[in-house]
């Protein structure tokens, strides 16, 4: 019965700021890395940035010095601070948690949230 629930996307105009968030609930004994992910129309999920259990965070090249992730792991809850937002990244971003249970690892997955950005 865990599940991840995200929050923050919307409209934003170019250059403009948008920051997500995604909760974790339900049954989870602990988690691991967490990640934040989009998908553009026509086009492949990709990894936008990711962040380990002790706060190791890296970052596609993409959005390298204007999108920052964080997590609070008392809460466990990720974030996704974007600066400087572009036309071309107007995707659905989804959140990510390797979890793990008595029996293993499992990819926990967020239902998605909207991000435009266009003036």
């Known amino acids: 019965q865990a599940q991840l629930v995200e929050s923050g996307g919307g409209l934003v105009q170019p250059g403009g700021s948008l920051s997500l968030s995604c909760v974790a609930s339900?049954?989870?004994?602990?988690?691991?890395?967490m990640g934040w992910y989009r998908q553009a129309p026509g086009k492949q999920r990709e990894l936008v940035a990711s962040i380990a259990s002790g706060g190791s965070a890296k970052y596609a090249d993409s959005v390298k010095g204007r999108f920052t992730i964080s997590r609070d792991n008392d809460k466990n809850t990720v974030y996704l601070q974007m600066n400087s937002l572009k036309s071309e990244e107007t995707a659905v971003y989804y959140c990510?948690?390797?979890?793990?249970?008595?029996?293993?690892?499992?990819?926990?997955w967020g239902q998605g949230t909207q991000v435009t950005v266009s003036s």
């Open positions: 339900g049954s989870i004994f602990r988690i691991k890395d």
């Open positions: 990510n948690a390797v979890t793990v249970n008595k029996t293993g690892e499992y990819d926990l």
